[in-house]
């Protein structure tokens, strides 16, 4: 019985077939046809040179980057001296200004404490019912 239940199902029991036929179809395509298994590894092992000869070809051009950049001339150290005697300039002012932020936001949050306080102890008025905001409607109407 359940044998005839797999039997009419669409599984594949021999998917990895098909994965393995996929994937030589696109190494061929990237690759080329090859005739033998062994042109094959020849042209496996002549990719991963040719992507180690390109490794190392960046790696020493960012060798020779950074060489280039960590010798620079007076004139590149002056920039930089002035750049940063500006930013630690800019820096200051800004330390100044939050510090005269938090005065001004500590001084708004005593006032506010006070306030608070202040009404705290008187008491608040008790807003009208519906009952009562009725009774002064029509009392008002009938006054009219």
């Given amino acids: 019985m359940a044998v005839e239940y797999l039997a009419s199902e669409k599984i594949w029991f021999d998917k990895f077939k098909y994965d393995d036929a996929e994937r030589r179809f696109y190494e061929q395509q990237v690759n080329g046809p090859a005739s033998s298994s062994s042109r094959q590894q020849e042209n496996g092992a002549s990719t991963i040179l040719r992507d180690i000869a390109r490794a190392r070809e960046n790696i020493q051009k960012s060798l020779a980057g950074s060489a280039s950049t960590s010798s620079s ?3 590149d150290q002056n920039e930089l001296l002035s750049r940063i ?3 630690e300039a800019e820096n200051q002012n800004l330390h100044s200004v939050v510090a005269d932020l938090q005065k001004a936001i500590f001084k708004l ?3 506010l404490n ?3 306080k202040s009404t705290s102890h008187q008491p608040s008025p008790v ?3 519906q009952k ?5 409607k029509t009392s008002k109407e009938a006054d009219a």
């Fill in 73 to 75: 001339g007076p004139g």
């Fill in 109 to 111: 949050e005593s006032r």
């Fill in 132 to 136: 009562e905001m009725l009774y002064l």
């Fill in 127 to 129: 807003p009208p019912t």
């Fill in 114 to 116: 006070a306030l608070e």
């Fill in 85 to 87: 005697s500006h930013l």
